[in-house]
């Protein structure tokens, strides 16, 4: 099995670009043409969140056209920027958006790696928080099947990056703690996969390994200060590819970037090294 994941959208209506610099829709198109041209496609796709910009019904209906050409099954999953009702509303066939009550959170058990989607909006805030219940519900879903391997995925991430703007604007310590003592009692967690960041991280995390994906269109600056300004690059788009290995019982992680680019070359030319 392919997971593949995209992260942070932002897709706005009316052509309007990000920041007044950035075509977050345009990004998309040529992402979701790019994943549908891959030689071994996804099975299916994780959207870890800020689908939109501003949570409105309009953003979320342009999003769907955006989406329409994906050639597997996707997940959408919100971020802080996002707001659940106007996106259950622009996505009425995808039921499992509606397991979680209140919250957008859920159980896809169709693939050979389970899916399990955390809910760490906070409305009208850019901060992240994990409910209490929401932490009883994981502990039981886990319980339920310890020996299928399992994804958690979520928008913000459950550590701290360096990054301290966004740092700012992450899981307060106590939820990451809790978060920590339920994936650490599941060793059938194989990835803790968020976005938010904008940026490829990796980090050990209750005994398994935490990660972000980098953003469809922009990302943040690599700036590891705690008073890194609030900046962002227009380095190369990127999405990642979450090969599960049936041999090894084990996942593994590719970052992939956006883009038409040269290649590819042979590294030989028959039984010769190119000089």
Avoid at 104 to 121: F, G, K, M, Q, S
Wanted: glycine share 6%.
């Amino acid at each position: 099995m392919i997971l593949g994941q995209l992260s942070d959208l932002h897709i706005k209506t009316d052509g309007k670009k990000s920041y007044r610099v950035v075509d977050t829709a345009e990004s998309l198109r040529r992402c979701v043409a790019q994943v549908n041209k891959l030689r071994q496609k996804p099975d299916a796709l994780v959207l870890t969140g800020d689908l939109v910009d501003f949570g409105k019904p309009s953003e979320y209906a342009f999003l769907r056209k955006l989406l329409a050409p994906l050639a597997m099954p996707y997940y959408l999953l919100p971020g802080n920027h996002d707001e659940r009702h106007a996106l259950r509303e622009a996505f009425p066939d995808h039921p499992y958006l509606l397991q979680g009550g209140e919250r957008i959170e859920y159980v896809i058990d169709d693939h050979p790696v389970r899916i399990v989607a955390l809910d760490t909006v906070i409305p009208r805030s850019s901060k992240g928080e994990l409910a209490s219940a929401s932490l009883r519900w994981l502990d039981d879903v886990l319980a339920a099947q310890p020996h299928k391997p399992t994804v958690i995925v979520m928008h913000h991430p459950p550590f701290a990056t360096g990054i301290g703007h966004m740092d700012d604007i992450g899981l307060a310590r106590a939820d990451v703690q809790a978060l920590e003592a339920v994936v650490r009692k599941h060793p059938q967690v194989e990835r803790v996969l968020c976005g938010h960041l904008h940026r490829a991280i990796q980090r050990r995390f209750g005994g398994t390994l935490a990660s972000t994906c980098p953003g469809v269109s922009h990302q943040v600056q690599l700036d590891l200060d705690p008073q890194a300004a609030s900046c962002f690059v227009m380095e190369p788009p990127g999405f990642q590819l979450h090969w599960w290995d049936e041999a090894s019982h084990s996942l593994v992680s590719h970052t992939a970037f956006v883009g038409e680019f040269e290649g590819p070359y042979p590294f030989y030319d028959g039984d010769e090294l190119i000089d």
